[in-house]
């Protein structure tokens, strides 16, 4: 909690700052200039709540042999994770060429409603800690005379974690799973500056985004298996979809402030069973999906040495009326 307490003084520091330093006066601006300057941005924000909505169908093993049904979910887990992330954007002024790093994590607990490795249903609450980063890489395309409306197709490669702690109970209940995957998809990314404004011209970008996928490698990693599963189970390749909108208001030359809403989906495919005498075990289908609230600020590239000459500024009037 401290960690997290910190980061949310040192967000609206960040925004005080912006808004009481005179040098960073705002200056007006073409609504090419704007949509280069969110695009060419580093940007710091946070996740007051990433709801996650996770199930698993009935264990083929078990339920889904012979031609049993497999429509009800012997495990699910959801509820709100608090978190944090970046973002590095660039685009290049003529050709727009695009590129895009970002990293969030976010943790908490879920609740959790199935069955524990022991087959005996339970309702507890499971520890999470999620982690996602990915890497685009696109070219932006001017749908409109007057540059208002900016269309970058891109590509996507990115990695998903999950730990998972059911602490189900406690003691000898108490079970680890650690999921993870790379993934790989094509999207768009759509962005339009209004011709209306809040303080200034120009001063509004609204952006929406959508990319289409599959994820690549996934796995479980079992720290206590369960034998004969391995402690680490390759999971079949699945769908991914990745959404997204963000409005983006330039409140002073060297800031800007977002909100912003991504939703992801994706699944897994069943591993493979795993058997010996004793029986048999496989880690089931899965489906999960996320909705995922930003706040956050972006510096533009060319608003740190206005952000430096400010405090510099700051500095000297409190030097000169000491």
């Known amino acids: ?29 073409t609504p090419d200039e704007a949509l280069l300057s969110v695009n060419n941005s580093l940007g710091v924000y946070l996740i007051p709540v990433q709801n996650v909505n996770y199930v698993e169908p009935n264990g083929s093993v078990n ?6 049904s497999c429509a009800n979910y012997s495990d699910e887990e959801s509820g709100g994770l608090f978190g944090d992330g970046f973002s590095l954007d660039y685009m290049s002024p003529k050709m727009k060429l ?56 891109y590509i996507e490669f990115g990695n998903h974690f999950w730990q998972r702690d059911l602490d189900l109970g406690g003691g000898s209940n108490q079970f680890g799973e650690d999921y993870q995957n790379d993934y790989l998809d094509g999207g768009a990314m759509i962005q339009y500056v209004p011709p209306i404004h809040l303080l200034h011209k120009n001063d509004i970008v609204l952006e929406g985004n959508a990319g289409i996928g599959e994820t690549i490698g996934p796995n479980i990693t079992v720290p206590i298996a369960n034998p004969p599963m391995p402690s680490n189970a390759p999971l079949g390749q699945e769908p991914f979809i990745n959404l997204g909108l963000e409005a983006d ?19 897994y495919f069943p591993s493979a069973i795993y058997s010996n005498a004793t029986g048999a075990v496989e880690e089931p289908a899965s489906f999960t999906n996320y909705n995922i609230y930003k706040l956050g600020i972006k510096i533009p590239f060319n608003g740190f040495p206005v952000i430096a000459k400010g ?11 000491d």
């Not at 339920?63 to 049993?68: E, F, H, Q, S």
Request: net charge positive.
């Open 1 to 29: 909690m401290k960690n997290s307490s910190f980061k949310w003084r040192f967000l609206f520091a960040l925004i005080f700052l912006g808004f009481s330093a005179r040098s960073w006066a705002w200056q007006s601006q």
């Open 63 to 68: 339920n889904c042999a012979n031609g049993k």
């Open 98 to 153: 695009y590129g895009h790093l970002s990293y969030q994590f976010a943790s908490g607990h879920l609740n959790y409603n199935g069955a524990t490795q022991g087959g005996t249903p339970l309702q507890d609450t499971s520890g999470a800690r999620i982690g996602d980063w990915d890497l685009k890489f696109g070219k932006g395309f001017a749908l409109s005379e007057d540059q208002r409306v900016l269309l970058t197709p």
């Open 249 to 267: 208001w330039h409140a002073m030359t060297a800031l800007w402030v977002f909100l912003g809403y991504q939703y992801t989906y994706f699944s």
């Open 311 to 321: 405090i510099a500024s700051m500095g000297d009037s409190a030097s000169s009326k």
